[in-house]
């Protein structure tokens, strides 16, 4: 939603609000946080894969890559 980095989990300040929310909650750090993502990526990737190899049809995938300039308009 707001484009952090994901170091931004491991910043003292939030942790400290985690904390204040609920104690007993373990924030993952940045490295788990990535591996997640990617470990998702390959599972929806397999499925997507699975989905499509009976198909006769021809599908195309695009995507829009694109970056934010948001960030510097914040500094």
Same mark, same amino acid.
């Given at each position: ?12 300040? =939030? *942790?400290?609000?985690? $904390? !204040? %929310?609920? #104690?007993?909650?373990?924030? #993952?750090? /940045?490295?788990? &946080? ?10 929806? *990737?397999?499925? =997507?894969?699975?989905?499509? +190899?009976?198909?006769? !049809? /021809? &599908? %195309? %995938?695009?995507? +829009?890559?694109? $970056? !934010? +300039?948001?960030?510097? *308009?914040? /500094?």
């Amino acid at each position: 939603m707001h484009e952090y980095l994901l170091p931004f989990v491991e910043y003292a300040g =939030m *942790k400290k609000e985690y $904390t !204040s %929310v609920q #104690p007993t909650f373990k924030v #993952p750090n /940045r490295n788990t &946080i990535k591996k997640d993502i990617f470990e998702m990526y390959d599972l929806d *990737k397999l499925n =997507m894969t699975k989905l499509t +190899n009976g198909n006769d !049809s /021809r &599908i %195309v %995938v695009t995507t +829009n890559m694109w $970056t !934010s +300039n948001h960030y510097k *308009k914040c /500094r």
